[in-house]
């Protein structure tokens, strides 16, 4: 709990939703105009998402067909109905419990209210409960480390040293719990090869090309990947600045992450010419290698360290040890019960709580992904009643 929190009875002592959610007007007009802001700003926020996601539909399947513009379309609307709910839930909650109790509740009125909006993610797509479940739940993580009081970890935060020491751990954990798996079920940025069978056995390495081919094959993939993905993401930015001269158009579509390029190139690469060097000098290909060139290709996070990167490490960590140890007790009873628990909207109801706590409490803690997409979803409901809050609290204290 922050210190903030401390103070929540003392500073909201006769205030109700008007005074923090909707200053000057009723609830019935403050609702049904935010839900219609809502569907206009959810729209700026997804519409890229979608067209990206139709983008990289298309590439994989070498094609662009009806059934994947069907499938991006009720993507997209799944994304829309979805944050729709939570935004107003939220809102919609906030008034209705300040109006019957007469003032406004810490835990309920702060991170809970949305809690039912949440549900509806039990009937999305699985793309979007994955997708949308992850994402929070990184951004939470950034905010969660950001906002612990210890000074230890406020040390260990800012030391690049220990941060890419972590992150070396976290990418020979995710080697290793793959390269034993049946399957890999969530993407990472390296893929440890499996023995296939009628491979021939004379050849060292796990791969069908030359060595030399594999690791530029590696080098090629993730340099194109990361700088279509920079590009994109830097055209949507720009497309939104219509005030701009073509000169600075140009300089802003320019304003790509250079070193994320590197780091993903160089991370990708480098494990692949690392498990050829072992194979080769043991002239066998072996589990351990995936594990010693996960740690040692983890050095490249030092050249680009960033909470995003280090938190999906922690988040595929988490999923692909998960599948691992289901996949181990696949016959028990107890792993058939946890196996039927939608366990994404369960993650992305909890993080979508932490959101709002986060919003109220931690502003300064919060990804930039995280101010952006709560602020948007609410149509900038968020913000108001988190600047509202903060005013109150500092009269308190």
């Known amino acids: 709990m922050s210190v903030l929190s401390k103070y929540f009875e003392q500073a909201m002592v006769d205030v109700g939703c008007q005074e923090i959610l909707h200053p000057g ?11 219609l802001g809502t569907i206009r700003s959810n729209a700026t926020f997804f519409v890229p998402i979608a067209l990206l996601r139709l983008l990289m539909l298309a590439y994989h399947r070498q094609t662009l067909s009806g059934a994947i513009l069907r499938q991006a379309i009720g993507e997209f609307g799944a994304m829309m109905v979805n944050a729709l709910l939570v935004a107003n839930c939220w809102t919609g909650m906030f008034c209705l419990v300040s109006r019957l109790t007469g003032r406004i509740h810490d835990n309920y009125s702060v991170s809970l209210a949305p809690l039912l909006g949440t549900f509806a993610m039990l009937l999305m797509p699985a793309y979007v409960k994955t997708t949308h479940a992850k994402a929070v739940f990184v951004a939470n993580l950034e905010c969660w480390i950001k906002s612990r009081p210890s000074g230890l970890l406020a040390a260990m935060r800012k030391s690049r040293s220990v941060g890419t020491l972590c992150f070396m751990l976290l990418s020979a954990g995710i080697t290793q719990l793959v390269s034993h798996a049946n399957r890999q079920a969530e993407f990472w940025f390296i893929a440890p090869l499996k023995p296939k069978a009628g491979q021939d056995r004379e050849a060292c390495c796990l791969h069908a090309d030359s060595c030399t081919r594999y690791v530029f094959k590696g080098l090629q993939t993730y340099f194109t990947f990361s700088t279509m993905l920079e590009l994109t993401r830097r055209i949507i930015v720009t497309f939104g600045q219509l005030r701009l001269s073509p000169g600075k158009r140009l300089q802003s579509l320019l304003r790509l992450r250079y070193r994320l390029i590197l780091f993903l190139t160089l991370y990708n690469g480098s494990y692949r010419l690392m498990t050829c060097l072992l194979a080769r000098a043991r002239r066998k ?40 140890t289901m996949e181990r007790y696949t016959s028990s009873p107890v792993a058939k019960m946890l196996d039927k628990v939608p366990f994404a909207p369960l993650v992305w109801s909890v993080s979508m709580c932490y959101v709002i706590y986060s919003r109220a409490y931690y502003p300064w803690a919060m990804s930039r992904f995280a101010h952006k997409f709560i602020d948007l979803c609410s149509n900038y409901a968020s913000r108001t009643a988190s600047e509202n809050f903060a005013r109150r609290f500092l009269v308190a204290s």
Not at 25 to 35: D, E, H, M, P, V
Not at 307 to 312: A, M, R, S, T
Not at 318 to 324: A, G, H, L, Y
């Open 285 to 324: 290909a072996a589990k351990e290698d995936n594990v010693i060139a996960g740690f040692v290709c983890g050095l490249w996070y030092a050249l680009y360290p960033n909470y995003n990167i280090f938190n999906l490490a922690v988040s595929t960590f988490c999923q692909v040890f998960w599948n691992s």
């Open 25 to 35: 007007r009723t609830c019935l007009s403050f609702n049904g105009t935010n839900f």
